[in-house]
């Protein structure tokens, strides 16, 4: 009994050892973390650093940045001028801004004011010659460009894309087919009145016929075969008066020395002015 009390009494003491070291250990973990705690910034500070740059992110994203475009008001063909009716979108403008308008060839430019309009745009009209040719830019003052064409006549009220099947075999050149689709720049389609087909081979005129008034959609043009040799040129052509009594010459497909050139899809047009 007194072997087994003194072994009883030995696992005491060990437990007892155990447990204090336990509490010192704990006691030391303690105070190191009340020291961190202590020299720790206070988190306010941090907080609110961090609300305020969140506060300012949002509202940079909604910023919208600013965007123009330009379309055609009227023509005079007797002036041969084209007024563009511009807007801008600049959500922290005030009421009047000014843009700086580049065009044709010899890179003329203006300034242009616009107004405050009722939707919430800025807008404003320019005119323009249209014989100037070349493209148009509109830019801020910053010279940041907002909107650009490579050519005026991108926003004429008549568009034009072609999709002629032109072949050229044993000495003859046949259209088999040609389909024409006549829209605004905007996407719309445009009606045109007096549209003819015409096709010129070595500069005289060989086929034509009257389409008269083309309402709206798209238009299959009559086909033709001809006589072709090695040298000749061959150009086939539609003719059209759109709104505002301009005159539109469109060349839908060439063949010049057995080898058709220009053949894409979407068609610049000649102007053809009244006569004085």
Known sequence: MNGKRRRVQGLTLVLCA?????????????????????NAPEPSADISGLSEECAGQPEAAEEA????WAECARVDPAARTM????????????????VNVRYGTGGQSSAVSLRR???????????????VGG???ITQSNGTVLFRRDSLTDLLPVQLAAYPDLLVAEGRADLRECRIELTDPQGGWAEVTEAVFRVDWN????????????PRGPVELETWTHPF???????????????????YDFILCK???????DNQERYRPVLIWPKE
């Not at 155990?18 to 202590?38: C, P, S």
């Open 135 to 137: 493209g148009i830019e």
């Open 18 to 38: 155990a447990l204090l070291g336990l509490n010192l250990w704990q006691g030391q973990q303690i105070k190191y973390l009340r020291q961190k705690v202590q």
């Open 83 to 98: 007024t563009l009716r511009i807007y801008l979108e600049r959500p922290n403008a005030g009421d009047a801004y000014s």
């Open 203 to 214: 500069g005289e005129a060989i086929f034509e016929r009257a389409c008269g008034t083309i």
């Open 229 to 247: 040799a090695e040298g000749d040129a061959l150009e086939c052509h539609f003719l059209c008066t759109g709104r505002y009594g301009l005159r």
């Open 65 to 68: 940045p600013d965007f123009a």
């Open 117 to 131: 309009l009722p939707g919430g745009a800025l807008g404003g009209e320019f005119t323009l010659p249209l014989e």
């Open 255 to 261: 063949m010049l020395v057995g080898e058709l050139v």
